[in-house]
């Protein structure tokens, strides 16, 4: 990383008491698996990947995105868990419409405005809220799968706002959060 560069990224935070519930999960993975990197981010569904950002033009950066708010309040379902294996365990939520238009404007603001590029993973946008990845051992995957994949999860949360999150240099942390125009 640069001098100067600042890494963040963009995405949906869950609200109490459903993040904290979420949080216990990824304990759990803790104790049983030894995973633990999921620990190094509040729970959310990543709309951007990370990326470097300048941190002396923070303030640009926080302005287009404050201008990139004009969505309407929506509802994510989320049901039972999925996987990319051989290292990521996720709460998978339901296809919403609203979430993947949402996704795609801001992609669209931050390519035009400020030329950021990369915002998804090769495989395209494929929203979840990870409870283990990286640290998962292939064994600790493959046991923990057999218990996760038929592990019923639901809950729902309306989502009236997006977070840019910032990099403490050993953790993620909510920075600034960005409410809808269109909330009511």
Not at 39 to 46: D, E, G, M, N, V
Not at 122 to 129: A, D, L, Q, R, S
Not at 133 to 160: C, G, H, I, Y
Request: aromatic content about 14%; charged content about 25%; proline content about 6%.
């Amino acid at each position: 990383m640069k001098k100067g560069d600042q890494k963040y990224f963009l995405a949906i935070i869950p609200p109490e008491p459903l993040a904290g519930e979420i949080t216990s999960i990824k304990k759990e993975f803790v104790e049983k698996y030894n995973s633990k990197a999921s620990l190094r981010s509040p729970a959310h569904i990543t709309l951007h990947m990370p990326f470097q950002w300048k941190e002396r033009k923070e303030e640009r950066l926080l302005n287009v995105l404050a201008q990139t708010s004009n969505f309407s309040p929506f509802n994510v379902e989320l049901d039972g868990f999925g996987a990319f294996s051989p290292r990521t365990i996720f709460i998978q939520p339901k296809p919403c419409e609203e979430l993947e238009a949402m996704n795609m404007e801001l992609l669209e603001a931050t390519k035009k405005q400020l030329n950021l590029f990369h915002a998804v993973h090769i495989g395209g946008f494929h929203p979840h809220i990870t409870v283990a990845f990286r640290d998962l051992r292939k064994p600790m995957f493959l046991e923990a799968w057999k218990e996760f994949e038929q592990r019923a999860f639901k809950a729902s949360f309306q989502v009236n706002s997006f977070w840019l999150l910032k990099h403490n240099g050993k953790s993620w942390d909510a920075y600034r959060e960005f409410n809808f125009c269109n909330s009511q």
